[in-house]
Nanobody
């Protein structure tokens, strides 16, 4: 199993930046994909960005050009750099790590954008 712990959420003004971190522990060698998801108030949880072991990344249309997902394999950590934040980015952000044999989620970290 893989355990995930997110950090870096908080309150930031519109136009500002935040960087989320997600530290993985446990059977990290088995991870195939890591990603960030978010659940805005009153909405379902949606994908934000995904990073695969081959280095490829994918982003939701709404965050392309503003958010960057990256992985530091030496630290077993995945990051989400968020720039040009706006009110629509307010949500609880979740880290996810998965492969064929497991699917692990972090506890979530709140990101609030003030106008």
């Amino acid at each position: 199993q893989v355990q995930l712990v997110e950090s870096g959420g908080g309150l930031v003004q519109a136009g500002g930046s935040l960087r989320l971190s997600c530290a993985a522990s446990g059977s990290i060698f088995s991870i195939n994909l890591m990603g960030w998801y978010r659940r805005a108030p009153g909405k379902q949880r949606d994908v934000v960005a995904i990073s695969a072991n081959d280095g490829s990344t994918n982003y939701a249309t709404s965050v392309k050009g503003r958010f960057t997902i990256s992985r530091d394999n030496a630290k077993n950590t995945v990051y989400l750099q968020m720039n040009s934040l706006n009110a629509d980015d307010t949500a609880v952000y979740y880290c996810r790590a998965w492969a064929l044999t497991f699917d692990s989620w972090g506890q979530g970290t709140q990101v609030t954008i003030s106008s």
